[in-house]
């Protein structure tokens, strides 16, 4: 293939040329797929230097196990979700006061919604909130919204990447939901407490 060719071929036909040895095909799939790996991790992890590291990792990992991939199975940006997952599992379990890998805050309040927190995004605060709120979720949790909702994998995918069943994916999606719908709510009451003492000050000082 001319590098014209190469970089219009669909992605299972690179990781094809990558298991046969060809070290051009890879280069053309990190350009395409890097950013969409990195940006899985770092969602995950909330660290831009534990995030580059997983996806060298990744397509190091494609080097040696791009004959294993099955066309058709899933695609390949979910083929390389589910390794940057394994790798940042592992890491996480390294270091536990990093995130908290399972652990679910007990509430007995608090019901499965279809509510997605992302539609009231409307100000950088509010990206900063559900950033630290996602990063909060337990992981089961966090890998099924980060994939569903902030990357928009459809279901099957996410299922490939999760090695899980669609039914798994859906409900760790609700419940994930739910979670993330009430620690926005709890910090928008915090925020809004803290405003409202700021205000307060103010009128005390003037």
């Known amino acids: 293939m001319t590098d014209v060719e190469l970089e219009d071929a669909p992605d299972e036909a690179l990781l094809a040329r990558i298991a046969a ?4 095909s890879l280069s053309v799939l990190f350009r395409r797929r890097q950013q969409n790996v990195y940006r899985f991790a770092l969602h995950l ?16 990992t494609v080097i040696r196990e791009a004959a294993r ?7 390949v940006s979910a083929w390389l979700c589910g390794i940057a997952r394994n790798f940042v599992r592992r890491r996480l379990a390294r270091d536990r006061a990093t995130a908290s890998l399972d ?24 990206i900063e909130s559900l950033r630290r ?4 979720l337990p992981l089961r949790y966090r890998e099924v919204v980060v994939l569903c909702d902030l ?3 459809s279901y099957g995918d996410a299922a490939a990447a999760l090695g899980c069943p669609i039914g798994t994916v859906r409900s760790r999606l609700n419940r994930g939901r739910a979670l993330l719908a009430a620690k926005m709510i709890e910090r928008q ?9 700021r205000q307060g000050m103010t009128r005390c000082l003037a």
């Open 103 to 126: 652990v679910e805050p007990v509430d007995g309040s608090l019901a499965v919604t279809s509510v997605d927190p992302l539609d009231d995004l409307t100000s950088a605060e509010a």
């Open 133 to 136: 709120a996602v990063l909060s």
């Open 151 to 153: 990357q928009e994998t």
């Open 45 to 60: 992890t909330g660290s831009p230097p534990l995030a580059d590291d997983v996806t060298q990792d990744v397509f190091v």
């Open 189 to 197: 009451k915090q925020d809004a407490g803290e405003a409202a003492a």
């Open 69 to 75: 991939f099955e066309p058709g199975r899933a695609t």
């Open 21 to 24: 040895g060809e070290t051009v």
